[in-house]
């Protein structure tokens, strides 16, 4: 293999790139089991983890690399960090403060008033005080502990719809781009950026949708040393015109009005994990504009620890379920019944709102606040089941079924009320009918059909095509033969283990020729590792750890799986290295010679004890 440049030829370990990929909490655990072994192993006398120059992640990732980047600024040990890190992992604890939060007027106010009062920016007060205790990007750039670091934390924008990345090495230098290629920091804002939390940054990097909502830049990303203001004027942008703006200080309603339709005064942000779940396209962009402007070392090596795979379940039809009897009519049955009673119901109709409505009034002069709001709700239940009623009983029986009159009824106010809703009123009838006249179980089946595939789309088949697309641009470009280590965590996992074997045996895909004492090492004597790894394989992604999880040990499961599988994933790329015979120098040989042997010991540590490495951390 031919030198990526004549000033800096191959030397494997040298510079060392690291991806960590989403996943919630068990991606941030594996990714600590990542970062433990790569500090366990040793070159030239030093930490492999001293030779990262450069570490990106997204969602569940963020948390790892976040945590990791502050404390080796901060000078902290990596045991200090490592069990520290652990102990931040329990989530029932987490997820209580969170919920505290929400729950708590004051947090709202002062300064948390510009803040929207949801889920998001409670998870992102939590992770500032919880994980972060305030911490802010000006973290990097202390320069005591740490001479040459590059941190990412991946977002997705709601603007272009692009990534979004939150990236500094700490320096004033212009080339960082926070942002992308369309809305960005501005050059001169870095001390802007500084003053931003790292729990700000975490936030807009894991929340995913459904669970989550966005986190709205600026707004939710201000505090008492970080006003709206200064966090607008930071922000440069270009719309579709191509025309530049900053961030517009009056509402969006009111922009649209006024000659300049495309200026927006905010920007939603989401997971990363929506846009590139690895993070490992802007480990791509790093290394190839390092290559274009050759005045700094390109990656030797970028190690990829991805949680996530290529595993999907099939979809299933769900079925039509008539066991319980009521599911066994249709919507008109039970409507006729409601119909009878809406015809012969007036006096109790009038009861129900004149009771509803002196009740409420009573308990509140009498009670006050916190009595008027549970009387309030109980209103709004006696309102709806007395508009409900009133709505039936609008209603008509024509020919023996239930019809919906096309002028002045139920179709009038549907319209006004789903303008998108463009069928004709013959249509809609038929529609109605199909509703009314299916048995129940057949609409549960066919809602949650609907419901199974929406999830899926989401949660599987987009994520995994653009994991395939991102892959497949990483694998098919030669400039990083060689330079490559993908790190599953499902590749020891009794699921993987035949694709395993298989791969081994298969020389074209491996472009190199393992011996048998290699695969003796490789793929032999997993069967302990294999066990632990497919019970941290089938955890799902979530932003916590339960009780559940921590009783069953889930979370020392997956940082033990991430140690055994980097270690696995170093020792197959040191020996297709010397396989293919790619180093010639007696140095860069003795180097390789060197960080076999230690794998090779550890390999065999692993099988006869997945948690050896770990014990002797905690």
């Known amino acids: 293999m031919e030198d990526i440049t004549k000033e800096y030829p191959f030397e494997p370990f040298k510079n060392i790139g690291l991806a960590f990929s989403g996943g919630g909490f068990r991606a941030a655990a594996f990714s600590l089991g990542t970062l433990s072994y790569l500090e366990h192993l040793k070159n030239a006398g030093k930490s492999l983890t001293k030779n990262v120059s450069y570490i990106s992640s997204t969602s569940g990732g963020t948390i790892a690399n976040l945590l990791y980047s502050s404390a080796i600024h901060q000078g902290i040990e990596f045991n200090e960090f490592f069990k520290d890190s652990m102990a931040k992992l329990n989530g029932e604890d987490l997820l209580d403060y969170i919920l505290s939060i929400l729950n708590d007027d004051e947090e709202w106010e002062g ?41 990412c934390c991946n977002a997705s924008e709601f603007y272009r719809g692009l990534t979004f990345r939150f990236k500094t090495d700490g320096t004033k230098r212009p080339h960082q781009q926070t942002g992308n290629a369309f809305i960005q920091f501005d050059d001169a804002k870095i001390d802007t950026l500084r003053k931003i939390k790292l729990g700000d940054v975490l936030a807009a990097s894991s929340c995913f949708p459904m669970g989550l909502e966005p986190i709205v830049y600026p707004e939710d990303f201000s505090y008492d040393k970080l006003n709206v203001a200064e966090l607008r004027e930071a922000i440069i942008y270009r719309d579709y015109n191509h025309k530049q703006w900053r961030l517009s200080d009056e509402p969006e309603q009111t922009i649209n009005e006024k000659k300049e339709p495309n200026q927006i005064s905010s920007f939603g942000l989401m997971d990363g994990g929506i846009t590139d779940n690895q993070g490992l396209k802007s480990l791509m962009l790093k290394d190839k504009r390092t290559r274009e402007n050759n005045k700094t070392r390109p990656f030797d090596l970028i190690l990829v620890s991805d949680v996530t795979s290529y595993f999907m379940e099939s979809y299933v039809q769900p079925r039509v379920n008539t066991e319980l009897s009521w599911t066994k009519r249709n919507i008109k049955y039970y409507l006729k019944g409601f119909l009878w009673f809406s015809r012969n119901s007036k006096p109790i109709q009038n009861a129900i709102f004149w009771i509803a409505l002196l009740g409420v009034i009573g308990v509140y002069l009498i009670s006050g606040k916190l009595w008027a709001i549970i009387s309030a709700f109980i209103l709004g239940i006696f309102f709806t089941l007395y508009l409900g009623i009133r709505f039936l009983s609008n209603w008509r029986e024509t020919k023996g079924l239930l019809k919906i009159k096309s002028k002045g009824g139920v179709i009038e106010s549907l319209r006004r009320i789903l303008p998108f809703v463009t069928f004709s009123d013959g249509i809609f009838n038929k529609l109605f009918d199909f509703l009314i006249d299916t048995k129940l179980a057949v609409l549960k089946a066919m809602l949650k059909s609907r419901v199974l595939s929406v999830v899926s789309m989401v949660m599987d088949v987009n994520l995994k095509q653009v994991r395939r697309l991102i892959y497949e641009s990483f694998y098919e470009d030669s400039c990083w033969d060689n330079r490559r280590i993908p790190n599953f965590i499902y590749e020891l996992s009794t699921y993987n283990k035949i694709s395993r074997s298989f791969r081994f045996g298969n020389t074209e895909f491996l472009q190199w020729v393992p011996t048998n004492e290699d695969k003796a090492l490789l793929i032999e004597g997993c069967e302990k590792l294999e066990f632990v790894a497919e019970k941290a394989r089938e955890m799902g992604t979530t932003l916590w750890f339960d009780k559940a999880d921590m009783e069953e040990g889930q979370l020392e499961n997956i940082i033990m799986t991430g140690q055994f599988t980097t270690c696995m994933n170093l020792l197959e790329y040191v020996i297709s290295l010397e396989r293919k015979e790619i180093l010639k120098s007696e140095d860069g040989l003795n180097d390789l010679k060197g960080i076999k042997a230690q794998l090779v010991s550890d390999i065999i540590k692993f099988k006869e004890d997945p948690g050896f490495l770990l014990k002797s951390i905690v």
């Open 111 to 151: 300064e948390g008033k510009h803040r929207n009062r949801n889920l998001i920016n409670a998870l992102a007060k939590a992770y500032n005080f919880k994980l972060f205790g305030g911490l802010t990007m000006d973290v990097f750039s202390n320069k005591t502990h740490v001479e040459k670091f590059e941190v």
